[in-house]
C-alpha cells in the first residue's frame, strides 16, 4: 500500500487565496478517502454470491456436490474403485474418470 503523504509548503499558505487552494486540496482528499472507505463497507456488507457458469441450484441431477463443489451425475453402483475425480472446464462440473 502507498503511503503518500502530502503537507502544504510555505507558498502554499502564504495568503488567503493560497490557503483555501491548499485547504481544498486537504478536504479533497479527505473525502475522496472517506467515500473510498465508505464503499468498501457497503461491499462488505453485501451477502457473498457465487457466479457459477451452470444451471442454478435445484435444477436437477447437477445439483450433486462435494464439499460445495458440483459434480457431474454418477450412478455410485457402477463406480470403478480408484476412480479419479477430474474438473471439466468446458461445463464447470467436476466428474469421475
Known amino acids: 500500500m502507498s503511503q503518500q503523504r ?3 509548503s510555505v507558498d502554499q499558505l502564504k495568503d488567503p487565496a493560497a ?13 475522496n478517502l472517506q467515500d473510498s472507505v465508505a464503499s468498501m463497507r ?16 435445484g435444477s436437477g441431477p447437477t445439483d450433486t456436490q462435494i464439499l460445495g ?3 457431474a451425475p454418477v450412478d455410485v453402483q457402477t463406480l470403478a474403485d480408484g476412480a479419479i475425480l477430474k474438473w471439466d472446464k ?5 466428474h469421475f474418470v
Do not use: C, D
Open 19 to 31: 490557503t483555501e487552494r491548499a485547504f481544498r486540496q486537504l478536504l479533497t482528499q479527505h473525502y
Open 6 to 8: 502530502w503537507f502544504p
Open 90 to 94: 468446458k461445463s464447470g462440473n467436476f
Open 69 to 71: 463443489l458440483r459434480v
Open 42 to 57: 457497503e461491499e462488505m456488507s453485501k451477502p457473498i454470491t457465487t457466479k457459477s457458469s451452470g444451471p442454478p441450484p
